[in-house]
């Protein structure tokens, strides 16, 4: 009954099928190879906002 929201590596299924599934709200694709947290600052922004944690 909770609703949860996954971030997985494009190339790992588990959260994607669970999404298919119906057991998991939003499988967020990342490639958990950048090391960059910069690459993702839009995703970032939404996210936050969403959260109603936006940054100053």
């Given at each position: 009954?909770?609703?949860?929201?996954?971030?997985?590596?494009?190339?790992?299924?588990a959260l994607f099928?669970?999404?298919?599934?119906?057991?998991?709200?939003?499988?967020?694709?990342?490639?958990?190879?950048?090391?960059?947290?910069?690459?993702?600052?839009?995703?970032?922004?939404?996210?936050?906002?969403?959260?109603?944690?936006?940054l100053p």
């Amino acid at each position: 009954g909770v609703h949860a929201v996954g971030y997985a590596d494009c190339n790992d299924p588990a959260l994607f099928l669970g999404e298919a599934e119906g057991t998991l709200a939003v499988a967020v694709p990342l490639d958990d190879h950048v090391a960059d947290p910069g690459a993702y600052p839009l995703m970032t922004a939404y996210l936050l906002a969403a959260a109603g944690l936006e940054l100053p």
